[in-house]
C-alpha cells in the first residue's frame, strides 16, 4: 500500500469537503472533519475510513448516528449502537471529538462487555469490529491521551478517492472566472 | 503568549463599540494598523528577546541566484528562513494564486536545516504547492522581485549612490510576497506545535516572522547584486533607506472568507482592539506627556497620508478627505484645551463621529498608540482555539434567543430582493482558492460556500417558528441538520460581539476588499494599494526595526511609516 503523510490540518480539511462533496451539510462535514483529526491521532487512517463511511448510503446512516451521538450527550438516549453500522468507526470519532469538546466521558462498550473510555484510546481501530455500543459514563476526570505529534498515514487510494469527492465542491474555472473572479491584474512586472 | 480571550465581565465598564457600528464592512475596509497588530506584537518579542539574527549559509552567484540561510533564537527555540533565489522569466510572473514559478521562495524551519534537509527543501520550496513538505517545516512562501525598483536600487548603490528617495517612498519593497502558507498547508507542521512557544504561539507570528526574515533577505540580496556589479564602487543601503524598505504583498479573494469562517478568532482580534480603544476613550484626563505625544503621533499620521498614493480611485478620494479633515482637526488637540477638558479622548472621538469613517478609524488607532504599552497585555487574548462546540442539550427557546439577540442585523434584511443574493462564493477548481461569482450570470451557484450567514440565520429562524420551543437543539437537529452550522455558531458567538460581519456577504454592496484591509490591518499592514474591488497590494514592515536594530525595539515607524 502506498501511503501520504498529511497534517492534521490537512487530514481535517480533505475529510470535510469529502463529506460536503458526499452530500452532507455543512455543519455536519465540520463535524466529520474533527471526527478524522480524533481518528488521525489515534493510530487509524481517518481518510479512508471517512472515505469507506462515506460510500453507498453512508451519508444517511452518518446523519442518523451523529443524531443518536447527540442525543446520548444530553440525556435523549442510553446508548448509540454501533454493531453492524458500516460507518461505526467514523462515529467513534465523532464520539471521541465530541467527548474532548464538551468534557464528557463517552465510551465504547465491547461485545464481551469491556468499556472503554474514549478519552483512553491509543489505537481507535482496534476497537473495531468488536465495539458494540457507545456509552455516556459519570466523569472521572482521568486526563486524555495526548495527540500523536502527526497523524497516521494515508493510503493513496483513499486519499485520491477523498479528493475526488470533494472535488465536487469546486467549481470548474473558465475564462471569465479567471479574469473575474479573483479580480485579477494584468500584470506583475513593475 | 497565547492568553485566554478576554472576559469583557472582568473588566470595570469599558464603554466598548457597539458590534453594529464596528462590524460594518464599510468600517472594516477603513482599519489601520494598531499597536495590537500582529507585526507590532513580534517586533517586541523580538527586541524583548534580544534576537539575533545570524545568516549561516549564503551562496548566491553574481546575479543573486542561489540559497541563504538565516537562523535566529526566540523563546528557547531556533528558526531558520531557508531562502532561494530562481531566475524567472517576465512572462511567468505573476502574483495571482494560479502561477507556477516565483523569484524567490522560502520556507520557515523549526531549528537548523542540515545539508540534507536544505536540499530536500531546495527541490521543493521553489514548487510551492506542488511541493511537499513536513512536520519541520511551518511555514512556506515565495515573493517575487518589484522588478524595476530592485533593479534601480541595485544599480545606484553598485555606482556608488543611494536609491532615489522618492521612487522608494513609491514603492516602499524590493520583494512582493504572493502566499505566506502556514498551519499544515502542504504537509507543513500544523499550528499545534507552536502552541505554548514563547514569541511565536499568538496569531500568523510565525508567519509574520517569515515575512521580517524575507524583507532582511530582501536587502542583503540587493546589496550583493550591487557589490557583485561593481565591487570597487558599490555601497550598502543607507540605514534609514533599509528600515523603510519593507515587504509587499499581494493578497486575493483566498483571504476574504477566512474572516467568515473564523468568527471566535475574528472576535478575539476586534474585542482586543476595541478593549483597548475602550479603555483609552475612559481615561479622566491627559497629562502633558500623553499631550505631546498626542500631537507627534498626529503629526507622524499626517506626513504618512501625504505619503501614501494610490491609483484606486475611490481608495484616492477618500485619502483626499482624510488628509483635509486630519489637517483640519489637528485644532482639537490643543494641549490647552484637551488640559481642560474631562475624558478629552472620549470626546476627541466624539467629535470625529461627523467626520469620515476613514477619521474615525485612524483616530483610534492613533489613541491606542498614544496609550503605549498599557494595553499590550491584550496581545495574549488574541488567539482562538477552538472556533465553537454544539451543545446539543441547549434548549429551542434559548436558541431562539440567542438568534434574536445576536442575530438582530441579519433577520432585518429583504432576501426576496435580488440585490441582497447578486453575488456567491465558490471554490474554484483550478487552484482550490476562493472566488466570487455574479449570480445568474456564471456557472456553480449551486456550489456556493456557505459564507451566507445572514441568510442562513433567516432559514434558521424559519424553521424554529415550525417547532415547539420545549425540545432541544438535538431533537431540532435530527429534524434538521442543515442548520447544524449556523446552530454552532450562533452557540459560539452569543459571548463574543465581535464574531459576525454584520452585512450580507452575498449583496451587490460587498466589497471583498472590505474584508482583506480589516485581516490586513490586523497583521500590522500599511500602504493599502487596492488594484480592484477583490485584491490588494500592502506593505508590512515597513520604518520596522532591521535585524541589526531589533533590540532598539519599536519606533513610531512601526505604527505608520514615513519616508525620513
Keep these: 500500500m502506498t501511503t501520504i503523510l498529511l497534517s492534521y490540518n490537512e487530514v481535517q480539511t480533505l475529510a470535510r469537503k469529502a463529506a460536503a462533496g458526499a452530500g452532507l451539510p455543512y455543519g455536519v462535514a465540520e463535524d466529520i472533519g474533527e471526527a478524522a483529526v480524533w481518528l488521525a491521532a ?26 443518536d451521538i447527540d442525543a446520548l450527550c444530553c440525556g435523549g438516549r442510553d446508548e448509540v449502537a454501533l454493531h453492524g453500522r458500516d460507518c461505526g468507526l467514523v462515529l467513534i470519532g465523532l464520539a471521541g471529538a465530541t467527548a474532548g469538546d464538551m468534557g464528557l466521558c463517552l465510551a465504547v462498550e ?81 | 503568549m497565547t492568553g485566554p480571550a478576554l472576559d469583557v465581565t472582568t473588566e470595570p465598564a469599558l464603554a466598548l463599540r457597539s458590534p453594529d457600528v464596528v462590524m460594518r464592512l464599510r468600517r472594516m475596509g477603513a482599519s489601520f494598523p494598531t499597536r495590537l497588530s500582529f507585526l507590532r506584537s513580534l517586533i517586541r518579542h523580538l527586541a524583548a528577546s534580544g534576537a539575533a539574527v545570524h545568516r549561516g549559509v549564503w551562496r548566491m552567484d553574481d546575479e543573486g541566484f542561489g540559497e541563504a540561510v538565516y537562523t535566529l533564537q526566540l523563546g528557547g527555540h531556533d528558526y531558520s528562513l531557508v531562502a532561494f533565489s530562481c531566475p524567472l522569466s517576465d512572462d511567468q510572473r505573476s502574483d495571482r494564486v494560479i502561477a507556477e514559478a516565483w523569484d524567490t521562495s522560502y520556507l520557515l524551519y523549526d531549528g537548523i536545516p542540515d545539508a540534507a534537509e536544505i536540499g530536500r527543501l531546495r527541490a521543493n520550496a521553489p514548487r510551492q504547492e506542488a511541493g511537499r513538505f513536513g512536520p519541520r517545516d511551518l511555514v512556506l512562501s515565495r515573493a517575487n522581485k518589484s522588478v524595476r525598483f530592485f533593479e534601480h536600487v541595485a544599480d545606484s548603490l553598485a555606482h556608488g549612490r543611494q536609491p532615489d528617495r522618492a521612487r522608494l517612498g513609491e514603492v516602499g519593497y524590493l520583494l512582493r510576497t504572493t502566499a505566506v502558507y502556514g498551519n499544515g498547508k502542504f504537509g507543513i507542521a500544523d499550528r499545534c506545535v507552536l502552541v505554548g512557544r514563547g514569541g511565536l504561539d499568538g496569531p500568523f507570528q510565525a508567519e509574520m516572522l517569515t515575512v521580517w526574515l524575507i524583507r532582511e533577505f530582501s536587502h542583503d540580496l540587493v546589496e550583493h547584486v550591487a557589490r557583485c556589479r561593481a565591487p570597487e564602487t558599490a555601497v550598502p543601503l543607507a540605514p534609514d533607506l533599509r528600515r523603510h524598505i519593507g515587504v509587499g504583498n499581494s493578497t486575493g479573494l483566498g483571504m476574504a472568507p477566512f474572516l467568515a469562517n473564523h468568527p471566535v478568532l475574528l472576535n478575539n482580534w476586534v474585542l482586543a482592539r476595541e478593549t483597548a480603544l475602550a479603555r483609552v476613550r475612559s481615561k479622566p484626563h491627559l497629562d502633558a506627556a500623553a499631550l505631546n505625544r498626542l500631537a507627534d503621533l498626529w503629526r507622524q499620521a499626517a506626513r504618512h497620508l501625504d505619503q501614501w498614493s494610490v491609483e484606486d480611485g475611490a481608495l484616492a478620494a477618500r485619502i483626499v478627505r482624510l488628509r483635509a479633515e486630519w489637517a483640519e482637526a489637528v485644532a482639537w488637540i490643543d494641549p490647552a484645551r484637551l488640559l481642560a ?28 498608540e498614544m496609550a503605549g504599552p ?23 427557546a434559548a436558541l431562539r434567543a440567542l438568534l434574536h439577540e445576536h442575530y438582530g442585523w441579519a433577520l432585518a434584511i429583504v432576501f426576496r430582493e435580488p440585490a441582497e443574493t447578486a453575488q456567491f462564493w465558490y471554490v474554484s477548481q483550478e487552484k482550490l482558492e476562493p472566488r466570487l461569482g455574479r449570480r445568474g450570470a456564471e456557472p456553480g451557484a449551486e456550489l456556493e460556500l456557505p459564507l451566507d450567514i445572514a441568510r442562513q440565520a433567516q432559514r434558521l429562524a424559519a424553521d424554529l417558528a415550525e417547532v415547539p420551543e420545549t425540545g432541544t437543539v438535538a431533537a431540532f437537529l435530527a429534524r434538521f441538520p442543515r442548520h447544524r452550522h449556523m ?65 532598539a525595539g519599536e519606533t513610531d515607524d512601526c505604527w505608520l511609516p514615513v519616508l525620513p
Design chain 2, 487 to 551: 446552530v454552532r455558531r450562533i452557540q459560539a458567538t452569543a459571548g463574543a460581539p465581535y464574531a459576525e460581519i454584520r452585512d450580507n456577504l452575498l449583496s451587490d454592496r460587498c466589497l471583498p476588499i472590505d474584508m482583506l484591509r480589516c485581516k490586513l490591518a490586523f497583521f500590522g499592514a500599511s500602504k493599502f494599494d487596492p488594484r480592484s474591488d477583490r485584491w490588494t497590494r500592502i506593505t508590512l514592515f515597513q520604518g520596522a526595526p532591521t535585524a541589526g536594530e531589533i533590540t
Design chain 2, 341 to 368: 477638558t474631562a475624558f478629552p479622548v472620549a470626546a476627541l472621538l466624539d467629535r470625529g463621529q461627523f467626520l469620515s469613517v476613514d477619521f474615525q478609524e485612524l483616530l483610534a488607532a492613533l489613541l491606542i
Design chain 1, 42 to 67: 489515534r493510530g487509524v487512517d481517518a481518510v479512508a475510513a471517512v472515505v469507506d463511511a462515506l460510500a453507498g448510503r453512508g451519508p444517511d446512516d452518518i446523519l442518523d448516528g451523529l443524531a
Design chain 1, 110 to 190: 465491547r461485545g464481551e462487555g469491556a468499556v472503554v473510555p474514549l478519552a483512553l484510546v491509543e489505537d481507535a481501530g482496534g476497537l473495531m469490529p468488536s465495539a458494540a455500543v457507545l456509552r455516556l459514563l459519570p466523569a472521572d476526570g482521568r486526563l486524555a491521551r495526548p495527540a500523536t505529534p502527526r497523524p497516521a498515514a494515508s493510503d493513496l487510494a483513499a486519499y485520491a478517492a477523498a479528493l475526488a469527492l470533494a472535488a465536487r465542491t469546486c467549481v470548474p474555472a473558465s475564462d471569465f472566472s479567471r479574469a473575474q473572479g479573483a479580480g485579477a491584474g494584468t500584470t506583475d512586472n513593475d
Design chain 2, 374 to 396: 498599557e494595553n499590550d497585555d491584550l496581545a495574549g487574548g488574541m488567539a482562538a482555539v477552538r472556533e465553537g462546540v454544539l451543545r446539543p442539550g441547549m434548549d429551542l
